[in-house]
């Protein structure tokens, strides 16, 4: 994944988009067992599908073979990725026959057709959450856009390497030196992987939550806030508005403090703190709590409405139950 | 011009940069600093016509004050132009231009290091 900075700090990705073999056929009518292609310099051969061939899922993956030999530093080469490890980059181009207007259609493949799910890795499970759809235009231009913020995004792998590949096996064709064939068997277009069952699982925020959170309108009087504390038996109270969004928090100590010094304050607006961090129910535990020292967090879900708390309370929840092993 | 000043422990609990600034009248931008209980690290930027006059003012108060003419360096050789500096640099130092070709702005470079790590291909150094 590259180095991914906390709270959507940045978006990394990967891919060609647009010069990926399997986005010009996505059927897989052209691309199958026996097709010659460019691999790292040298004239290679696609072999079938490769692990984790999942083209229903838009991931497609091939098994190729070519000799190491006649290959070139150019397009072949060691990395390491944070996050993930040591790893290859593999030059690989498959030259495409133009045989009629379905191919026409497929290989008019453009960035901007190409969408993929914007992944939220902070959450530490196999199914992440999809943010959401992002076509491949927009993580090219080097920013997107979410809940109104200008994220920036990098790329893994080069666009000016993939181009290159291109160009090359472009040459190779038009020279002769790459005689195109099609299929000798077909691979299928439409398998989903199957994973491995997902035996361990991290505690998240949903899973110690408290769902009977109390909450206050912005508008009522500090008094009110009072008693609701003293009734809710808690020392922080979400505020919200008239359309039930989150605006801010009260605690006990800001009404102790509203109450020792009587001022013009007299609303829950007055005192409430406006700066509210919050957590979502597919957090993770420790990653949620590691955003501040305080002692309490509104969860919230997408349109900003509190659901729960997650007070320092619940993480004694965590304790004696199947987390604690 | 950018000055990476490093001093003592000792000479770390005087305001060196503080007395540069009233001494000189320099407006000094601290774009990076780390102290810690030995040693101090602060990289400073001056404009380019005082910055011999803020080196020699800060290596009297006993100061070491290195002048860095380069920002972070790219091993040509090893780049593939991927990319993957770009969104976690803090300057946006890099860029890829028309032909997709990594660019770097380093005067923008703060020295950081942290798109060394992000480096797939370990291209990137630092100066010194």
Not at chain 1, 137 to 166: D, N, P, Q, Y
Request: with cysteine; hydrophobic share 40%; glycine share 8%.
């Amino acid at each position: 994944m590259g180095v991914l900075l906390p709270n959507c700090g940045n978006v990394s990705y990967s891919g060609a988009g647009v010069l990926n073999p399997l986005s010009n056929d996505p059927k897989l009518r052209l691309i199958g067992s026996g097709v010659s292609i460019f691999l790292c310099g040298a004239e290679g051969m696609v072999v079938g599908e490769g692990t984790q061939h999942s083209p229903a899922g838009g991931f497609g993956t091939l098994m190729v073979t070519g000799d190491l030999k006649e290959m070139s530093q150019d397009y072949l080469r060691a990395a390491t990725m944070t996050g993930y490890g040591v790893t290859l980059y593999v030059g690989l181009g498959i030259p495409l026959p133009v045989l009629d207007i379905d191919v026409v259609r497929a290989t008019a493949v453009r960035d901007q057709d190409i969408f993929v799910d914007l992944l939220d890795y902070g959450v530490p499970s196999r199914s992440r959450p999809a943010l959401r759809k992002v076509s491949y235009a927009e993580l090219r231009s080097g920013v997107i856009e979410m809940h109104g913020e200008e994220i920036r995004t990098s790329s893994l792998s080069s666009f000016k390497k993939a181009r290159e590949v291109a160009g090359e096996l472009k040459r190779w064709v038009e020279s002769g030196a790459m005689q195109l064939a099609l299929p000798t068997r077909p691979i299928d277009a439409k398998k989903p992987v199957k994973p491995m069952y997902e035996s361990t699982k991290g505690p998240r925020v949903r899973d110690i939550m408290d769902r009977q959170v109390v909450s206050i309108g912005e508008d009522e009087e500090i008094r009110t806030a009072a008693k609701k504390l003293l009734k809710g038996e808690t020392n922080h109270l979400p505020v919200i508005n008239s359309d039930n969004v989150l605006v801010g928090i009260v605690t006990t100590f800001d009404i102790s403090k509203a109450v020792a010094n009587p001022g013009k304050a007299h609303l829950v607006k007055d005192i409430m703190k406006k700066k509210v961090i919050t957590a979502t129910p597919d957090e993770a535990v420790d990653i949620a709590v590691q955003k501040n020292n305080i002692s309490a967090l509104p969860v919230v879900d997408g349109g900003h409405h509190v659901i729960a708390i997650l007070t320092a309370m619940d993480l004694g929840k965590l304790f004696g139950r199947r987390w604690l092993k | 011009m950018k000055l990476l000043v490093t001093f003592s422990r000792k000479k770390g609990s005087k305001p060196i940069i503080a007395q540069v600034v009233r001494d000189t009248g320099v407006l000094i931008n601290v774009e990076r600093a780390i102290i810690d209980s030995s040693e101090g690290e602060a990289l400073i930027d001056v404009p380019d016509d005082q910055c011999q006059l803020v080196r020699n003012t800060m290596i009297s108060l006993g100061a070491n004050v290195h002048i860095l003419e380069h920002g972070i360096g790219v091993n040509e050789s090893e780049c593939i132009d991927c990319g993957a500096c770009i969104s976690i640099c803090p300057r946006e130092v890099f860029s890829l231009d028309s032909h997709w070709k990594l660019q770097l702005a380093e005067e923008k470079c703060v020295l950081c290091g942290k798109c060394i790590e992000a480096c797939p291909q370990q291209a990137l150094t630092l100066p010194l």
